[in-house]
């Protein structure tokens, strides 16, 4: 009975973060507010039961407004995270709704609350964007806040944690991640949450492995339990046994030499074998993120995404507001380039202010430019803020989401009349500033000799290329082992695209997943993209990758690829030559 309690077991998850840990587990115990009662409340008590309500809003908004005082340094860049939870709080979805709810149906906060949530939440979860659809966790993580404060569950309290040990929670919030104390958590898993989570995004910054979105980790795992937690290939080892210890520790010397070393070259070109130099930018989300790109090496921003400025407030930002977060990541990165993609966001489904009808499959709906030509007052004020901020540097306007010539001619006559305007009144501006469009649906693709004609780049997004080419939603687990980056489809329309571009003597640039994954650099440069951008975090290893490459030898290797017929054959190839590669760089 004791060897089968004691045996080895792999659980599976996402790599919220890269690093590989061993310790004992600490078991994170929310108590349990998933089963949620109904009641009515009667006449006299309906006020009361609305001010029970706003009373732990208040409560939640203290306890962050205190979290944000006391945030450490080194996460300094995150709070603005941490200010939509308590904007999220207020938000009329949410708290509007809910006093509602109680008011008109005359029931209890809590189930009021609940039910509010059940009908804002899936409008996030059905976006297609990775990025936006986490922001479910958020409503998450604030309804719990508010529905610990009704039932006075114990809150956890991460900072008080003493022990050296890996966290494992059913799930933990940005908040609750930013109390980390990292002389004590070597890491952590949680049942909940994926890489574009919040939670993840602070998890790379502390550069702490993690491991998100197990499914039934605090079922499997049991307090000081030893785990191994490899949040580069997102598993979970649970009792592993004295061989596997052996193995993960001499993994772990190979992983910290590894890293030391390409964090001393990260700030060296990236440049081939043969000479050939190639440009690796960073994607950021918040202003705050630059410092980021800068210290892995990152030569600029290639996809600077705007839609946190709207996320994150209860009405349109202005254009003022605008200009000044734009021109201070501007300002920090001097005469690198930085890539401002306009508004790609829907909003029926994330922003509360804005009231359009019901759609029932937004991810082919009003989004991106399709929402920005449907808005063109909010779309003008965009634009007005990056030509005035491009005076301060090196700017290219990037559009999310086209599908065809329109398009990018409205968005053109928009970008004259921003410019006009702000002539008009004397404003200093920019106009004469590259302008690019997003490769992101089939439609693109096979009309990219066209589009080349009317921009100066292109920039593909491979997240949704893969989805809208192969039909498949990755957040849907009965489909997403379809995600295949190297379906031979999807390589074919990189290379369509990049050879329609280079036709009309302008470049093509990615900025999505498939950039940030080394192993693809060989494949991506070979295809005939000119520059990559990444999550900064990726930047060392790829930029080592790009040196370990001799283009001469490219073509060859693209012969080889582009006659295979599966994505597992493809990658088999490229993990064989990659390898080589890396094992002849080292040895010379």
């Known amino acids: 009975m004791k060897n089968q309690e004691h045996r080895e077991i792999i659980l599976k998850g996402i790599g919220g973060s890269p690093g590989i840990c061993i310790g004992k587990a600490y078991l994170v115990e929310k108590e349990g507010v998933d089963v949620v009662k109904q009641y009515w409340v009667t006449g006299e ?89 986490q922001r479910a966790d958020d409503i998450t993580h604030v309804a719990d806040r508010i529905m610990e404060n009704l ?34 958590i070597k890491g952590f898993v949680t049942n909940r949450g994926g890489r574009a989570s919040h939670t993840g995004i602070i998890a790379r910054t502390l550069e702490i492995p993690a491991v ?40 772990i010397l190979r992983y910290e030499h590894q890293k030391a070393s390409m964090v ?27 410092v980021s790109v800068l210290d892995h090496g990152g030569e600029g921003i290639g996809l600077y ?39 790609d966001i829907n909003g029926d489904k994330v922003v509360n202010y804005i009231r359009d009808d019901h759609e029932l499959n937004p991810a082919l709906g009003l989004r991106a430019i399709r929402y920005c030509l449907k808005k063109p007052d909010v779309f003008k004020a965009q634009l007005r803020a990056i030509l005035r901020s491009a005076v301060s540097g090196d ?18 006559q928009l970008l004259n009349e921003a410019a006009q305007s702000l002539k008009e009144q004397k404003i200093p501006y920019k106009r004469d500033i590259p302008l690019g469009i997003m490769i992101e649906v089939p439609s693109a693709v096979m009309t ?45 329309m990189i290379k369509q695209t990049c050879d329609a571009a280079h036709k009309n003597g302008i470049k093509t640039y990615i900025c999505g997943e498939m950039a940030g994954e080394p192993l693809y650099a060989p494949i991506l440069l070979g295809l005939g993209v000119d520059e990559l951008s990444m999550n900064p975090q990726s930047i060392p290893l790829v930029k080592e990758a790009i040196r370990s490459i001799d283009t001469v030898k490219l073509a060859e290797l693209m012969e080889s690829v582009m006659r295979l017929t599966t994505p597992q054959e493809i990658e088999a190839l490229v993990k064989k030559k990659f390898e080589e590669s890396m094992n002849n760089k080292q040895e010379s």
């Open 395 to 412: 700017v290219r306007l990037l559009i999310p989401m086209i599908s065809g010539i329109d398009e990018v001619d409205q968005t053109i």
């Open 212 to 251: 998100l979105g197990v499914g039934n980790a605090t079922l499997n795992i049991k307090n000081d339990d030893i785990i191994v937690v490899d949040g580069e290939v997102g598993t979970v080892i649970v009792n592993p046994t004295e061989q596997t210890l052996v193995a993960v520790e001499e993994h």
């Open 45 to 133: 008590s309906l006020s009361a039961e609305v001010n029970r309500f706003k009373t732990a809003v208040k409560k939640a908004m203290e306890a962050l407004r205190r979290i944000i005082e006391e945030t450490p340094e080194e996460l300094r860049q995150h709070t603005q995270i941490l200010e939509t939870h308590m904007l999220l709080l207020k938000d009329k979805m949410i708290y509007d709704k809910t006093v509602d709810l109680i008011e008109k149906e005359r029931v209890n906060a809590e189930w009021a609350l609940k039910k509010v949530v059940s009908v804002v939440k899936p409008m996030f979860e059905s976006m297609s964007d990775d990025y936006l659809r």
């Open 264 to 290: 001393r070259k990260s700030h060296l070109p990236a440049q081939t074998k043969d000479a050939v130099l190639f440009s690796v930018m960073g994607n950021i989300e918040l202003p705050e993120e630059v």
């Open 151 to 184: 039932t006075g569950a114990d809150q956890v309290d991460i900072a008080r944690i003493d022990k050296r040990v890996i966290i494992v929670a059913r799930d933990l919030s940005p908040a609750e991640t930013s109390q980390i104390q990292l002389e004590r």
């Open 448 to 492: 990219a000799d066209l589009l080349a004609e009317k921009v100066d780049f292109f920039s593909i997004g491979t997240n949704d290329l893969i989805q809208y080419t192969l039909a498949i939603d990755r957040g849907n687990r009965h489909v997403a082992h379809l995600y295949q980056p190297l379906h031979p489809a999807i390589l074919r």
């Open 305 to 343: 995404r705007t839609e946190f400025q709207y996320l994150s407030r209860s009405n349109f930002p202005n254009e003022e507001m605008l200009f000044e977060n734009y021109k201070d990541v501007i300002d920090v990165m001097g005469d690198r380039p930085v890539t401002i993609r306009t508004l």
